[in-house]
T-cell receptor, first 114, second 112 residues
């Protein structure tokens, strides 16, 4: 049971480049989310999905796109990378949206935009 | 403003000692409070989830407390081990939607 798998683990991009951060879970979870973690700050929600075909914006969605074509996968696309997007990105999943449902996190993708 | 504050920012203790980490929040409306452990280079892993009616919850050597009246929580680590070296993140969930408010974390270093 792999849990939540993120790839790549590290990435360096030039300003203006685009890329996709991959996230997959094998727990049949309905809810999936993307967060970014910056030094001295708590994780902030970028986008989330409550099921296949359904996505919504979080607190800091600008510059990012998501899609959810399957239950297992929830990729995060950077359209035109900017230095302000240098961060560590975490994908999380949970079985459903009940308030006490446990959330499971991937190991993160460290992105540097130069 | 919905905020979660944690103290201290960092802490160094010797192996075998106890320590307590603090979390204060202003998040409303409150649903539950979670403590996560995040090892360096890894994602957060859940330690405890406490609802409004729970005052104390334990997970091995980790004991979390919650005072919903004063909006304070603490995480007590007993008989610390080297493997306890990590960041500990306090998270408050609102009672609707995907509204999690994360604290900045306390970085704990346990030295031999």
């Amino acid at each position: 049971n792999a849990g939540v798998t993120q790839t790549p683990k590290f990435q360096v991009l030039k300003t203006g480049q685009s890329m996709t951060l991959q996230c997959a879970q094998d727990m049949n979870h309905e809810y999936m989310s993307w967060y970014r973690q910056d030094p001295g700050m708590g994780l902030r929600l970028i986008h989330y999905s409550v099921g296949a075909g359904i996505t919504d914006q979080g607190e800091v969605p600008n510059g990012y796109n998501v899609s959810r074509s399957t239950t297992e996968d929830f990729p995060l696309r950077l359209l035109s990378a900017a230095p302000s997007q240098t961060s560590v990105y975490f994908c999380a999943s949970s079985y459903d949206g009940r308030l006490n449902t446990e959330a499971f996190f991937g190991q993160g993708t460290r992105l540097t935009v130069v | 403003k919905n905020q979660v504050e944690q103290s201290p920012q960092s802490l160094i203790i010797l192996e075998g000692k106890n320590c307590t980490l603090q979390c204060n929040y202003t998040v409303s409306p409150f649903s539950n409070l979670r403590w996560y452990k995040q090892d360096t280079g890894r994602g957060p892993v859940s330690l405890t989830i406490m609802t409004f009616s729970e005052n104390t919850k334990s997970n091995g050597r980790y004991t979390a407390t919650l005072d919903a009246d004063t909006k304070q929580s603490s995480l007590h680590i007993t008989a610390s081990q080297l493997s306890d070296s990590a960041s500990y993140i306090c998270v408050v969930r609102k009672n609707y939607g995907q509204n999690f408010v994360f604290g900045p974390g306390t970085r704990l270093s346990v030295l031999p």
